[in-house]
Every structure is written in C-alpha cells, then in structure tokens.
C-alpha cells in the first residue's frame, strides 16, 4: 500500500518533467524557425531581381538592389569627374548668389550704381568661365578621362572669382541686410551723439571763457585809468562825503561792479532820460583792485545835469566780516576753495546748464552785497538796485512812487507756464526746502529792483539770508548765484511790477520784440552775450553803445570797437 503510494508519487513526478523539457524543446525550435524566415525574408528583399541596362559599363551588374549598384558605380567613376562637378556646382551657387544681390540692387533702382556694374560684370565672367572653349571641350564634352592640369587651371580661375565674389558680397552686404543698416545706423548715432555731446561742453567752456574773462579793451581801459591817476596824483584826491549821499528825499541807486566802461553806460542812460537829474544819487561799489580807476573815471567825466556819484571799494563797509558775512566765512574753507579752484577732473561738472556756477564771482562780496543795503545806507528808506549789464531807457522816478503793500522787493516776475518757477533753482528733493515753499511759486529777476529799506528792517531779511546760506554751505539747498537766495529772502514778500519796467534776455535771446524793448523803461543783457564783448548780440547792441563815452580819449586807445 505504501509502496503502490510511493510509486504513484514518483511516476506523477516523472511525467512533469518530461512535460516541461518538451515544452522548452518546442519553444526554441519556434524561435530558430522564426529567424530562418527572416532571415530567407532578408535574403529575398536584397537578390530581387531589377531590370537595370547600362549602356556606358557593359561590365556593370544589370540585377540586384540599387544600393549595391551605387556601391559598384562609385567604384567604377573618375574622382576627377567628381571634383569637376564640385567645382562647377560652386560656381554655379554663387553665379546665383551675385544675380539675386543684382536682382535686388535692381529693385532699389541702383541701375546706375557701381556696385551693380560690378555684379553683372561677375556673373557674366562666371558665365564666360564656364563656356571658355578649352575648358569646354576638356572638361564638358568629353566621354573619356579628365584632363587633370585642365581641371587644376580651372579650379584656380574659379577659386580666384568665388574669392572676388564673396568679397563684394561682404562689402555690399550692409547696403542689402536690414538688420545690419540698423545697426550700422545705430552705431552712427551714438557716435554721432558721443560727438555733439562733447562739442556742446567744449563749446560751454568757450562760451564761459568768452563771457567771463576779461576783455583785453577793458583791461587796457582799466590801466590807464590807474596810469592816469598816478601820473597826476594832485587831480584825484579824496574829496569829502556830500550831504546829498545820505538825504532820504533823493533818489538813491545802487550799482556793484568792477567793470568801469559798463558802469558809466548805467549811469549815462539814467541821467539822459531823468527829467530832474540833479535829485538823482549813484552809489558805486567795486572791488579794491578796480577802486581808483573807477574814481578816475568820474572825476575826468563827470556826470551831467547835477547828479552825484559816490564810488567806494567792498572793504570801505568794515561791518562785512567773515565772522558776521556767510559768504566770507565759507570763501575761507578749504573744501570750497577745492571747488572753485583745483584744476582736478574730479572737478569737472558734467552739467552744462550749472557749468557757471563754478565761476568764483558767484560767491564774491561783491556779489552779495545785495543783501546788505539797509545796513550800508542806513539812513534811506528805499533804493533802486541795478546790475552793470542794464540800459535805462525811460525816468524811473515813478517807481519811488509804487506802493508795494507793505511787501520789502519790487521786482518783476519772469514765469510762464511750468518755466521759473521756485523748483527750477531751489532743491525742493530737500525736507527744508519742500516744507517751507512751494514749487510752483513764481519766480522774479534781479537786474532792476525797488527795496523799500524800512521793511527789510522790520522783516529782518538781512537773518534770513544768513540763516539759509549757512544751511547752505555744501550746496544741498541750491547751486550757487543769488538769485535762488534772494528767491528765498524775500519769499512772500515781493511785489509783482509791470513787465515793462524791466525787459530781460538781451544777452542770450534774439527774438526779444522791438516794440517791447522800445516800450521799456529798462532792458538787461543778462546772459552770456553781453554788449562789450565781441560776442554780443547785433540787433541790440545799439542801444548801449549810444550811451558810451566813445569820445573819450582811453576808449579810444584802447580799441573797444563801438
């Protein structure tokens, strides 16, 4: 029983095995029959028979695939064929190229151009190359081998006009490629831009130098004054203060200048168009330096109808110290010594438009002194300030007559639509300035200004000047001048006069209406242009020169040119 169990067991056993070594017998001989069929498949595919005749190679296989065929033609060819057809297909490539640059040469009408000569005149070479009867018949037209030194020769001749070729193409090739016109233009441009930059700031600097230097005719005039006055010592001695220099009931002027001739030209056109001369009162300041020839002058020619000059030097105010004077005080810092006097290129500015602000005029005394007029005439009530660059051409009496509303500076305002306003000379990016003005405030020039003395002493614009340019000694506040601190002194205390008191830009400006400079009472040459410089503007100059004293004999000698 148990064997019979035993035994079943082992012959179950037995026929498992050989059930799965037949199975695994069955599996590999389907395999190895699918890779004789595909392989008998391949074999089919490759020994097809094609119908192929070739008439040139009668050795040539007729049957079979082509791949072979090509296998056996490349075998069979000249290489020098093959080299020919190359060098014929490059000539060719750019026989095409050159007529598509002619075609479109063509289109932009440069029938007439060089370039296009040029092009027509290479394709035809290529054209004549190719059907050069030498090369046609050696190289074209025979059955039998190429002819190898022909081949060279040719491929040099080709070589040598492919050469030319690509040569005119890279240089027409700007007249035809858009992108690189555009950048080509671009490049002009900027270097076209790089260029007028640099001329505006040379011709900036010129301009400054021609504005700012002193003419050889004024230095000459200035000389011999002081020869005259030393050669003659007895004729020019100190005469003593008039009354008349302090009487309120006068009409006082103010002039600061160092240029004597300009001077003489404010003075003259006052007196000439006053009614009553003799009530009319010059007080002239300049500089030590210029102080006797000034002198000399008004003592050789005085002043007509009566009226009385007064001329002093700066250091005649001993009040004006460095300890009480902001200017002064700051002219002594070796910081702005550095700016105005260095010659470093870390010094250069790179605005135009504030270059003449780095002149040190700018913050001279004699500049300034503008905010010290009720302290340098204590007993008047009110003065009329002039620059030296003004023609008077009408009497100014009435001004002392203007009631200014309490309000310390009569001036006229110079804005119009978003121009001079307060923004364009004060910082307003500083906390200081924007909280205590506004932007949009009117601006108004110096050149002619009616101050009523008494109240700039009850408003103490004299501290208020002080105060702001001490704040201002880095220039954060505003550039140098005196025209943004006097915007700000007198802020809110500044009457509007009418516009034909003072008419400006004679020295820059030469669309300034005649009928508006005809009708007023002053015009300024503010701007570079001034009217004793060779520089100045034609169309007005006439109307300074007719107050010059060109009769006088140093005018003469020295070569003014009025």
């Known amino acids: 029983m148990v064997v019979s169990m035993r035994g079943g067991r082992g012959s179950g056993h037995g026929g498992g095995g050989s059930n799965g070594l037949r199975s695994f017998l069955s599996y590999r001989i389907f395999v190895s029959a699918m890779f004789f069929l595909l392989f008998l498949a391949t074999l089919s595919v490759l020994f097809t028979t094609h119908p192929y005749t070739s008439s040139s190679d009668p050795d040539m296989p007729t049957t079979g695939n082509p791949y072979v065929h090509r296998t056996f033609l490349a075998l069979k060819s000249d290489p020098l064929k093959t080299r020919l057809e190359l060098i014929h297909k490059q000539a060719l490539d750019h026989v095409t190229l050159v007529n598509a640059y002619a075609a479109y040469a063509r289109k932009l009408k440069l029938e007439n151009s060089r370039q296009l000569r040029m092009f027509d005149d290479l394709a035809q070479n290529f054209a004549d190359l190719v059907s050069k009867p030498a090369y046609h018949a050696a190289l074209f ?20 006009k492919v ?12 007249s035809y490629d858009n992108q690189l016109k555009i950048q080509k233009l671009k490049d002009t ?3 076209v831009h790089e260029l007028l930059v640099k001329a505006r700031k040379n011709g900036a600097y010129a301009s400054l130098i021609a504005a700012k230097s002193v003419p050889k005719s004024l230095h000459c005039l200035a000389m011999r ?29 103010a002039i600061f200048s160092d240029n004597v001739i300009a001077v003489s030209v404010v003075v003259n056109s006052v007196v000439k168009n006053a009614e009553e001369p003799w009530k009319h009162v010059f007080h002239i300041v300049t500089d030590k330096m210029n102080l006797a020839a000034m002198k000399v002058w008004f003592r050789m020619r005085p002043i007509g109808g009566g009226a009385h000059v007064e001329v002093k030097a700066v250091e005649d105010f001993k009040f004006l110290t460095s300890s009480y ?11 702005l010594q550095r700016f105005y006097f260095e010659n470093g290129a870390e010094n250069a500015t790179k605005d135009l438009n504030n270059m003449k602000f780095r002149n040190p005029k700018y913050l001279s005394m004699l500049n300034h002194l503008r905010f010290y007029l009720p302290e340098m005439y204590p007993k008047l009530h009110r003065i009329l300030f002039l620059d030296d660059d003004v023609v008077v ?30 923004a364009q000379y004060l910082n307003f990016s500083h906390p200081l300035i924007k909280e205590k003005f506004n932007p949009r405030a009117c601006a108004w020039a110096y050149g002619m200004n009616i101050f009523d003395l008494d109240a700039w002493r009850r408003e103490k614009c004299t501290e208020e000047y002080h105060y702001w340019q001490n704040l201002n000694e880095d220039r954060t506040l505003w550039k140098l001048g005196t025209l943004p601190p006097g915007l700000i002194t007198f802020y809110a205390t500044t009457k509007p006069l009418d516009k034909s008191w003072h008419v400006l830009g004679l020295g820059y400006n030469p669309s ?28 007005y100059k006439e109307l300074w020169t007719k107050y010059v004293e060109s009769d006088m004999e140093f005018v003469q000698m020295c070569n003014f040119g009025f």
């Open 512 to 539: 300034v209406s005649m009928d508006v400079i005809n009708n007023a009472a002053v015009v300024h040459f503010n701007g570079n242009m001034k009217p004793w410089l060779d520089i100045a503007l034609n169309q």
């Open 189 to 191: 441009i900027f270097a």
């Open 393 to 422: 051409q009408k009497d100014l009496t009435a001004l002392w007559r203007i009631d200014l509303d309490g309000k310390v500076n009569g001036a006229v305002e110079t804005c119009f639509g978003s121009f001079h306003r307060y």
């Open 225 to 253: 004054l002081v020869e005259e006055r030393v050669a003659h010592p007895e004729k020019y001695k100190e005469e003593e203060s008039k009354l008349e220099f302090e009487d309120p009931s006068l009409y006082h002027y």
């Open 325 to 335: 004077v902001p200017v002064l005080r700051q002219l002594e810092s070796a910081k």
């Open 163 to 174: 050469k030319i070729a690509r040569l005119m193409i890279a240089e027409a090739k700007e």
């Open 141 to 160: 037209q025979t059955d039998g081998p190429v002819d190898e030194d022909v081949l060279r020769q040719f491929e040099k001749e080709v070589k040598d």
